[in-house]
């Protein structure tokens, strides 16, 4: 891991597997390997993600094989023992992703320690569960927490627990509807979460599914730096929710970030650095200072005998001067005729006693 910890958010991807392994390990294996075949098509860093449940005693006793219960009857439905996880973990580390996961429980954590995972997930659920929380960052590893449906009390609060004790914090807006409809993504809180959080990477949980480009442009030039979505695999004929991307959805979100990181180019923080292509293409736009009729040597340019004595006009011929040189008190050292461009050689000035002032009016125009 990088000496900076924080590091390890930038530009990652999370691909939130949850329980679609359905208990089965090849299963699992198999979500693994179709979606690290993308990510390495695409040069991207990504964590496939799994959610880790202490199913014996995360359910009470009374709720034990209820079937009407939608989150009860999956989460038994998908459990796995820690050494079914084990395996999982490794093949995640054998195709060069991040081994990381969501756990729900006390008992969760520790599984995560024990599996020597470098990255821990808090759900948007679990933002104020406090007992979670807290064993959380008993480990120290750097969490990414997700922010749907919290209130901004409740966001102050947890980051400023993780702030306190030094720990890594990277923070997800998220929606927590499943799937979310473009109209609900809310990208306009990247923004919020940039302004009142600032030193800590943002991030974008996403759950919609009409479209896996958009939000990806909008929310890379916004500022986030870390996303995740549901992903799963078409196989054996298990239902693939909305809200979950398949590997050729995933391919198309990778190509968009890499064309959002193309469109916006470098830091924020200071100006660009304007390319030479870019330069020269302006430069051929730029007007060229022209005599309207002659000119004497010893004439001396100023505002008022501009107008009367010169002109501005394209094209600009190297080595001639362009509306940008013209200054005031600046003197024509030869006679030049009418409608002749004026060179850096017909006057006097920083133009010939500046080397690379000289060469860049030299090499520039046509």
């Given amino acids: 891991m990088s000496k900076n910890p924080s590091e390890i958010f930038e530009n990652l991807f999370v691909l939130e597997a949850a329980n679609n392994h359905w208990g089965d390990v090849e299963r699992g294996k198999r979500i693994i390997q179709d979606f690290a075949t993308v990510v390495r098509v695409n040069n991207v860093k990504a964590a496939i993600k799994f959610q880790f449940r202490d199913v014996d005693n995360f359910i009470h006793e009374e709720f034990k094989g209820n079937q009407d219960i939608r989150y009860i009857k999956k989460t038994e439905a998908t459990k796995m023992t820690h050494e079914q996880y084990a395996v999982l973990a490794n093949a995640v580390r ?80 998220c929606v927590s509807l499943y799937p979310s409809e473009d109209y609900q993504l809310e990208l306009n809180q990247i923004d919020y979460l940039i302004e009142r959080y600032p030193g800590h990477v943002i991030g974008f949980s996403s759950h919609e599914y009409h479209d896996w480009q958009s939000s990806m442009l909008i929310s890379y030039a916004k500022g986030a730096r ?44 200071h100006r660009r650095i304007i390319s030479t292509a870019e330069t020269k293409y302006l430069d051929a736009l730029v007007r060229g200072v022209y005599a309207k009729k002659d000119v004497p040597a010893g004439f001396t340019v100023d505002s008022e005998n501009f107008a009367e004595y010169f002109k501005l006009a394209v094209p600009l011929r190297k080595g001639q001067l362009s509306t940008r040189e013209v200054i005031n008190g600046m003197h024509v050292t030869h006679a030049v005729t009418q409608n ?27």
């Fill in 94 to 173: 054998k195709v060069g992703c991040i081994p990381m996961a969501t756990p729900f429980d006390e008992v969760s954590v520790d599984l995560c320690v024990s599996l020597d995972f470098p990255l821990i997930k808090v759900a948007s659920s679990d933002i104020n569960d406090w007992p979670l929380i807290e064993k959380i960052a008993s480990t120290k590893k750097p969490t990414i927490i997700s922010s749907g449906g919290a209130t901004e009390k409740s966001l102050d609060e947890v980051v400023s627990f993780f702030e306190k004790r030094n720990i890594p914090l990277a923070i997800n807006h």
């Fill in 226 to 269: 870390t996303w995740e979505r549901h992903i799963d695999i078409e196989y054996n004929g298990v239902e693939v929710s909305p809200y979950c991307s398949l590997p050729s959805q995933a391919d198309v979100w990778f190509k968009a970030f890499h064309k959002a990181q193309e469109m916006s180019g470098g830091s924020s923080s």
């Fill in 340 to 366: 002749s461009p004026i060179f850096i050689d017909d006057v006097d000035g920083p133009y010939n006693s500046e080397p690379s002032l000289r060469e860049q009016i030299l090499q520039r125009g046509v």
